[in-house]
């Protein structure tokens, strides 16, 4: 058994979920007890793979062409596809983003394989690899094991796996040309899919405070406002708060909204309805305020204070500001 992790970049900078995809690909070799290796497609994609080789990994494919400089599903797909032949993974490891949604289906077909989308944790059986994805926005886990000879496909949730969890090693790095033709690129470059209108992206940001229908009324945000602006936090929102039109659709948190996973996440007025948790639970550490002590948030919340959001978000804002002052 081996496993390859597709890191993914954009504009020769790296996406968040690169390093939580190679930290899942990671923490599956380990329990397989296997060698895990990694690539990284696009032109001149030297630098990027030099770095990837600084975690511990084996080898770090740099999968490099003029046709994968700007990205398109036809030349990933036949690009990966080389790759996979010459290399020999048993199991491929992507992203669970826009990106990988439109070409690892293509990919998969090529080699008569279903892949596993958007899996959240998994375990090993018997030296079987067992992976865990949710059903019915999250109110039941499914348990899939991969009934077909290897390569197998699978990409992960973001927030599913720790990218600090990542030890640092030392990879060769070796170059892979694949064999693409021009006329088999069907499609042409365009203005990229954009997750948000406005461009908030909460997957990136550190911080996020966000808000529940516990506010009670539009004008009273600023409260929250306020304590984001202390912490220098990204403002988001459960979907109560942005079907009211309180604040954009791009801020909202949870099933139908962004998956994020910052180092610390505050929910305030969330009751935590399992829509919403599921956007959040991979927070590295969760601050619950909410006046209902049995609010299943506090079920994921490492910091709960049960108490009047009007009461302790203004004192909680108060005493940061006299910390940073």
């Not at 899996?119 to 009934?147: I, M, P, T, Y």
């Not at 927030?159 to 070796?174: F, P, S």
Request: hydrophobic content about 45%; proline content about 6%.
């Amino acid at each position: 058994m081996s496993v390859l992790a597709i890191l993914e970049q954009r504009n020769g900078a790296w996406s968040r979920m690169a390093w939580e995809t190679l930290a899942a690909a990671r923490q599956m070799a380990r329990d397989l007890n296997a060698p895990v290796s990694a690539a990284v497609l696009g032109e001149g994609v030297a630098g990027l793979a030099q770095k990837a080789a600084g975690r511990d990994l084996e080898t770090v494919w740099a999968v490099d062409h003029p046709l994968l400089k700007q990205y398109t599903p036809d030349a990933y797909t036949a690009a990966l596809e080389a790759l996979i032949r010459h290399a020999g993974p048993e199991l491929v490891v992507f992203p669970h983003t826009y990106q990988v949604r439109d070409y690892a289906p293509r990919l998969a077909a090529r080699f008569r394989r279903a892949l596993l989308s958007d899996a959240v944790s998994h375990r090993v059986e018997d030296g079987k690899l067992v992976l865990v994805r949710q059903l019915f926005q999250g109110k039941l886990n499914a348990d899939v094991r991969f009934a077909t000879e290897p390569p197998n496909f699978v990409s992960v949730q973001a927030g599913a796996y720790r990218a600090d969890e990542i030890e640092q090693g030392k990879a060769r790095v070796e170059t892979f040309t694949p064999p693409l033709d021009p006329a088999a690129v069907r499609t042409r470059p365009s203005e990229p899919f954009r997750e948000t209108q406005a461009g908030v992206d909460l997957s990136s940001a550190s911080i996020i405070v966000s808000v529940g229908r516990g506010i009670k009324e539009k004008e009273n945000l600023a409260i929250v406002e306020k304590l984001a602006e202390a912490l220098g936090a990204e403002l988001a929102a459960s979907r109560p708060i942005c079907d009211n039109g309180w604040l954009p659709m791009e801020r909202q948190v949870g099933s139908s909204g962004q998956t994020v996973a910052p180092k610390l996440y505050l929910a305030i007025g969330i009751s935590g309805a399992i829509q919403h948790l599921v956007g959040m639970k991979g927070s590295r550490t969760i601050v619950a305020i909410n006046k209902d002590a049995g609010a299943p948030i506090f079920e994921v919340a490492d910091y709960g204070i049960v108490g009047d959001l009007f009461e302790v978000v203004p004192a909680l804002t108060e005493e940061i500001r006299k910390i940073k002052a």
